[in-house]
Nanobody
Framework: QVQLVESGGGLVQAGGSLRLSCAASGRTFSSYAMGWFRQAPGQEREFVSAVSWSAGSTYYADSVKGRFTISRDNAKNTGYLQMNSLKPEDTAVYYC????????????????WGQGTQVTVSS
């Protein structure tokens, strides 16, 4: 079992930045790929970004490419999502997730999920 807790969400103006954190506990975090997803009201959960267990490979949705950066510090059992140039359409609950397999964009690829953190971008 892996327990994930997100933090760092909040209210920010368009063009601003936020850094989300995902603290992991339980089994060795470094053996899991990690992803970030988001879900806006009335919409399905969508992929944002993912990173391999070693942080050697990263993957981004087209909508955030060039603005968001995913990273992880396995020594601290923590993952991060740096979000810059935020837009109102980035408003959503953001979830981190861990996968025993390879990293990917499908919700079904991930085995463990955090409770989410709200990000609201005002125009």
């Amino acid at each position: 079992q892996v327990q994930l807790v997100e933090s760092g969400g909040g209210l920010v103006q368009a063009g601003g930045s936020l850094r989300l954190s995902c603290a992991a506990s339980g089994r060795t975090f470094s053996s899991y790929a990690m992803g970030w997803f988001r879900q806006a009201p009335g919409q399905e959960r969508e992929f944002v970004s993912a990173v391999s267990w070693s942080a050697g490979s990263t993957y981004y949705a087209d909508s955030v490419k060039g603005r968001f950066t995913i990273s992880r510090d396995n020594a601290k059992n923590t993952g991060y999502l740096q979000m810059n140039s935020l837009k109102p359409e980035d408003t959503a609950v953001y979830y981190c997730a861990a996968s025993r397999g390879t990293y990917g964009y499908r919700v079904s690829s991930y085995d463990y999920w955090g409770q989410g953190t709200q990000v609201t971008v005002s125009s």
